[in-house]
């Protein structure tokens, strides 16, 4: 009897031990399937690989807590291959920085930093590269400059938001990644002004990034010959170059301008003279107006306190302007410098939320912004 006991009792630790490894070697298994997917050649082939993709993650969500051990074991044994497995770095990468432990950042990172960026992920897995590089921009790693610059900024990547039914262009894919970056982006965007191939892009993401810092940067773009160009930079000056970005189009010699650059100008123009604090915080209180179920009181400045709960309310809210008046806070009892400082802050927590209402509010910051800086 006693024999009988101690074999039944192996048994069942021994069953007990097989349901505990099941879903190791589950995700061993889902991992080789990975791995032998196919390079995906057209738009047909790279939404299948997709589905694979997503059915993986579905199950190591759904049995993260066995899951997540042989991924992290996995994925630091890809790491050491001279060429790792792409669609293992990416989406297992990217599974440990979504759905693992807050020490898991670090191994996700070195997966990003192993996509390569003419390989085979950015050409048929770019939405999910956008997701992947977008949860890791807040940590300001400039060695993901490279990437960024190749699949996003000199390419054409869209994002799709089927809950939204919205789609993230190309400009704003770059907007929701740089952005991040804060001052450091800045930088290395108007490094890039030189280069004809990028010139413009990186014009369309300073305007919403950018600040009077790269004014003479952009300014001199002023003398180009294309059109384009030109429009792009002297709206920079006027969306985001502040008093120092009015200066520079009053300074600006427009003889040698034609055709739509010169028409450009011309409409540009008239706008200087009416550049003003109180003028740019009349345009607020229309935007105000705009979002706000009945028309706004008064504009008053918010005192100091009150100044500071705004400032609180939209950065938890990351950046939504519900019941904020975007012209009292222009007019806020706070320095100025102070005041931009923790609009910024919002600007940055705002590009944490990717939808269409996100972008609309980063534009009220940012038209919050600009009119600051000509205060007093």
Sequence with gaps: ???TKTIVALAAAACMAGALAAPAEETLQRLAQIRALPAATGTPDALRQRGELDAAWRWFGNHKAEALPVLRRELA???????PDQLILLDVGYFLRAQGEPGDKALALQALLRIDPDGTVPKSQSQQLFRFVHALAAERDARL???MDKVFLRGH????????????DETSTCIYLYGQYGAAAERHLRGLLG???VVQ???EVLMWVGSPDSVPAVAALLNTTDADTFARAATFLLRAGGP????????FDPRGLQGKALEFYRQTRGQLDRMSFEALADQLVEVGEERAAAP????????ATSARQALDQLYGSYGSYEGIAPAALARAALPKAALIDELVKVRERSLLRVSGEALADIDTTNTLVNTVRFRE
């Design 296 to 303: 706004p009181p008064a504009v008053r400045g918010l005192d």
């Design 195 to 197: 280069d004809p191939g």
């Design 244 to 251: 120092q970005g009015r200066d520079a189009l009053r300074a």
């Design 145 to 147: 400059f490279p990437l």
């Design 77 to 83: 044994a890809e790491l050491k291959k001279a060429q």
């Design 1 to 3: 009897m006693a024999v």
């Design 157 to 168: 990547v869209t994002v799709f938001l089927p809950q939204q039914g919205y789609t993230v």
């Design 201 to 203: 892009r990186a014009l």
